[in-house]
């Protein structure tokens, strides 16, 4: 029997899915004025804790056309990442302040696990500070999804197998990945204590999942933190706050502390 080439597509219409949001610790600068020309090393540590994990996101499937007959519709999708409810993290901090620019690389792991790389720039003055930091990032995640498969074939004899509709009802799907963010940061400061922001951009997920064709885009994660911190001496930093992910469908609250000894 003589076989011939053939293409197979096979396209998803997920309904419900919940993917793990990669987490990476914040950056809110140094919380104090820094001498010029000097070298700052530390190591940090730090917890957050949330009581809903669920992050809710507003995503649809946009509306495709197989066949004459077969459409993927556009429908709202069930959509959320989740963050662990308790996430421990740490780091090794390096920042240097020439006459008033502060840049420095801190290298870090979450319990999740994730291990990231994070390189920062800015300005510190006398009572106040900001910058931009971005971050790349290595890690695991998990996600679960349900909905329908869609396939297709085709052949360079010229058959056609027509897309077929079959409910899929979970999958379990664990990858390894990389991730990149960026953002911003901005703290005043009196004396030892300081009140500190921050926002993040990033995207957990990639446009895939084992090959499969989805017929959307896997959201962005926009992440604000708002807190305060205050040096304890010369050497031990203490920082509290509260984290919200501003594009969520609803408030996404996790509330963190960090404690760090700098030399």
């Known amino acids: 029997m003589l076989c011939c080439g053939c293409s197979y597509k096979s396209y998803f219409e997920m309904t419900k899915g919940k993917f793990d949001a ?9 919380g104090k004025y820094v001498a010029p020309q000097t070298l700052m090393k530390g190591f940090s540590f730090s917890a957050a804790y949330t009581n809903d994990r669920d992050i809710p996101m ?12 077969v459409v ?24 240097y302040k020439g006459d008033i620019a502060l840049s420095g690389v801190s290298i870090g792991f979450t ?14 003055m006398r009572n106040g500070e900001g910058g931009l930091f971005a971050y790349y ?6 996600g679960e ?11 360079d004899m ?21 991730s990149a963010g960026m953002g911003g940061y901005l703290s005043v400061y009196a004396g030892a204590a300081a009140l500190s922001s921050s926002i993040s951009l990033n995207s957990p997920w990639s446009g895939r999942s084992e090959g499969l064709d989805l017929t959307f885009d896997f959201p962005y994660l ?19 706050g509260v984290t919200d992910y501003l594009n969520a469908d609803k408030l996404s609250l996790s509330f963190g502390g960090s404690i760090g000894y700098w030399l």
Do not use: C, Q
């Open 22 to 30: 990669m987490e990476v610790e914040h950056f809110n600068g140094a």
């Open 58 to 69: 507003d995503v649809s499937n946009e509306e495709e056309v197989l066949t004459d007959s």
């Open 72 to 95: 993927l519709p556009n429908s709202k999708i069930d959509f959320a990442y989740r963050h662990k409810p308790l996430l421990f993290s740490g780091e090794a901090n390096f920042m």
């Open 111 to 124: 319990s999740m696990p994730v291990f990231f790389v994070r390189a920062t720039t800015g300005v510190n």
């Open 137 to 142: 990032a290595l890690g695991g995640a998990e």
């Open 145 to 155: 999804y349900s909905g329908y498969w869609y396939h297709e074939s085709y052949s």
């Open 158 to 178: 010229g058959y056609y197998n027509p897309a077929r509709r079959e409910l899929y009802e979970t999958n379990r799907d664990s990858k390894d990945f990389s």
């Open 222 to 240: 926009i992440k604000a933190y708002v807190g305060t911190s205050i040096w304890m001496g010369d050497h031990i930093k203490v920082s509290a």
